[in-house]
């Protein structure tokens, strides 16, 4: 009896550890009442732990946005788009461009307006993807309902399950653009616009304060007036543009056009070719109000600082505030702004409390102009990635990924070659030696440099992989100067079989029927591997470039099996005749190619997450167990070698 427990135990957990069918995302609706004549449909997805369901509002080229379509009768009208939460918004790598993604809970609203008084039963469905950190589940259907009493004074509200939505990521992307702030507001403090400002602080503090006590508390509210002035500016940037429109400037082509003729202009004002600055009126009026004395005086005299330094800082900051405002984070540009202030308010406070350490202070001089034109580079560098931004979403390819690159090279380059003392600018002391930190920058860059030259034949360059488009977006996928049959371990395809082609960038021959495929491996007898993966399958891409690219993986993918990729994403309609009842979702029809495969998948081998990889013979049977998401590059290569030795 113990014995048949026993089994039965394992039985039963290796059912639920093998079983792969996963369903992370419980959809249920309700209804509000606005007014008499207008409703909101509530729509609520809770979330399992660790996986995300990706926004209405993903890019083209991105992955599978969640949309929501109602069957239209006379009875209501839509008002406007359904509306969602903040949500998170990360640089994705492998798409190479900002994604917003929801964890835990989301929740949507679609408002109606009524046209008639009967009861009224609102039909409709959510088409939606979600990820986690190994595997993505193809574009899903899930049918909604809402119904409305004919009573307009009252509404059926579904009771609905809430998860309470975590807030760990948006803490961490907040901390980001705290610590990125931080530093951009130290550098700030070296320009040759601010650093010299420290001794007239000092002065200004010396003759105002009459003890040190009245010093240190005069310092107190000199460094808090710094702060209040630049969150102030972050606070009215998100009060005007509220988080949606904060959100939508990441893709919008005029607003990355715009600012990137601004970075331009600025980068080169940095480089010392002209210098910009603010009326002059502005910093008389504020001198004169600063001469006060009092609060209000040491006020002014932040406010004199903000102004003085803004040819210096108005770039820096501007940056900032789009780069912490285009994340759809409402608060993203205040955490911004506290970041930077603190910076510059810190160092200002303490040597106005305590002028002594003025003296351990080095004198300004030549390596003031030195800091300038290193960020005048890197402001320059960056106008590109907006550049790139309003190419990317316009789909024009002029600046493609070799093209950015050549840029980023150039740019770089020069600036390393400017480190070294072999190029000098307008504003530039004579250089009669190099320090050790200017050596050890110039180095740091000259090394970046040559890093990302291998790119331009195709290298995935993961340490800038959110600033370049993405692989795919390429004069040549392939890399530069690679040729599609050439090499000797390629698995050369002079004649490419019917319903074949070379997949980029690794020239791998490769199947997407599956019919076609299998008949080939019979041809040639080799095994079959079936690849089910999606065109905005975030692992399916890491597998690719992480993996598959390998020295010991990618001769076996090439030459000793016939690859079948299977997209359950594809949304090229059936032709004629091929379309065919749903066996999972009885009354429902398969309309896409990608339905097709994505119930293949899950009746034959109970799984429905991507990269699913299956190694079987010529008579459909499993060579050896399938795989998912498998990172490590020996468990994926043993994987390969004992499924192929099954089949020989």
């Known amino acids: 009896m113990k014995n048949i427990l026993l089994f039965l135990t394992l039985f039963i957990t290796s ?3 093998t079983s792969q069918i996963h369903d992370p995302v419980k959809w249920s609706t309700s209804v509000k009442k606005i007014s008499d004549t207008e409703f909101e449909l509530l729509v609520n997805a809770a979330i399992e732990e660790n996986w995300h369901l990706y926004s209405q509002g993903v890019p083209e080229d991105g992955p599978i946005p969640t949309t929501f379509v109602f069957e239209k009768t006379d009875d209501f009208e839509l008002v406007g788009d359904a509306s ?3 949500g998170h918004t990360v640089d994705d790598p492998v798409f190479g461009m900002k994604i917003k993604y929801f964890e835990h809970n989301a929740s949507f609203k679609q408002r109606i307006k009524l046209n008639s008084a009967k009861n009224i039963n609102i039909k409709g469905f959510v088409e939606f993807m979600v990820c986690d950190d190994s595997n993505c589940l193809p574009p899903t259907e899930v049918d909604l309902e809402f119904i409305i009493k004919g009573d307009k004074s009252s509404s059926v509200v579904s009771s609905v399950e809430n998860s309470k939505k975590s807030n760990k990521s948006s803490d961490k992307s907040l901390l ?4 990125i702030a931080f530093l951009s507001g130290f550098a700030a403090l070296l320009t040759p616009c601010v650093f010299p400002m420290i001794p007239m602080t000092v002065s200004f503090f010396t003759k105002q304060s009459k003890s040190k ?5 005069n310092a107190i509210i000199y460094g808090l007036s710094i702060v209040i002035i630049y969150v102030v500016l972050g606070l009215l940037v998100s009060a005007i543009f509220g988080a949606d429109a904060l959100n939508a400037l990441s893709t919008n082509v005029w607003f990355n056009i715009i600012f990137f003729l601004l970075l331009i202009i600025f980068a080169v004002s940095f480089l010392g070719a002209f210098e ?10 504020v001198d004169e109000q600063a001469d006060r004395g009092g609060i209000i005086g040491i006020f002014f005299m932040a406010l004199a600082l903000a102004i003085v330094s803004f040819s210096c800082t108005g770039p820096i900051v501007g940056t900032l505030l789009v780069e912490a405002a285009a994340g759809g984070n409402q608060i993203g540009p205040i955490v911004g702004m506290l970041g930077f202030s603190l910076a510059l308010a810190i160092p200002f406070a303490l040597f106005a409390a305590f002028p002594g350490w003025l003296n351990s202070l080095p004198k300004s001089g030549g390596w003031l102009n030195t800091v300038k034109v290193v960020l005048g580079f890197l402001e320059l560098a960056l106008a590109f990635k907006f550049l790139s931004n309003a190419d990317l979403v316009l789909q024009l390819h002029w600046l493609e990924r070799e093209v950015f690159l050549s840029i980023w090279i150039a740019i770089f380059g020069v600036l390393a070659l400017y480190l070294f003392g072999k190029i000098q600018l307008p504003h530039d002391s004579p250089l009669t030696h190099i320090s050790v930190g200017r050596l050890s920058l110039g180095l740091i860059t000259l090394a970046f440099t040559i890093y990302m030259i291998p790119g331009l034949w195709g290298a995935p360059l993961n340490l800038i992989s959110a600033f370049p488009p993405a692989q795919h977006y390429s004069e040549s996928p392939y890399g530069v100067g690679f040729s599609k049959l050439g090499g000797s371990t390629n698995g050369n395809h002079d004649d490419i079989p019917e319903g074949a082609h070379l997949m980029a960038p690794h020239n791998i021959l490769a199947f997407n029927d599956y019919d076609l495929g299998l008949a080939y491996a019979k041809k040639v007898n080799k095994p079959v591997m079936i690849d089910f993966t999606g065109h905005a399958c975030v692992n399916c891409r890491k597998m690719e470039q992480n993996v598959w690219a390998k020295d010991k993986i990618l001769p076996i993918l090439k030459n000793d099996v016939v690859l079948i990729s299977l997209y359950v994403d594809d949304k090229r309609k059936l032709k004629p005749g091929e379309e065919m009842d749903s066996k999972l979702r009885p009354g429902k029809k398969l309309k896409y190619i990608g ?10 081998y109970g799984a429905n997450a991507q990269p699913f990889y299956v190694l079987m013979d010529h008579n459909e049977d499993n060579l050896i167990d399938p795989v998912a998401y498998t990172p490590d590059v020996d468990e994926y290569y043993n994987w390969l070698k004992k499924g192929i030795a099954n089949f020989n």
């Open 213 to 217: 006590a009245a010093g240190i508390r």
């Open 84 to 86: 969602e939460e903040e």
């Open 176 to 179: 980001t653009i705290f610590i």
């Open 595 to 604: 339905q097709k495969w994505s119930e293949f998948q899950t009746i034959k």
């Open 15 to 17: 059912l639920s550890i």
């Open 276 to 285: 910009i600055v603010l009326p002059s009126s502005w910093g008389t009026k």
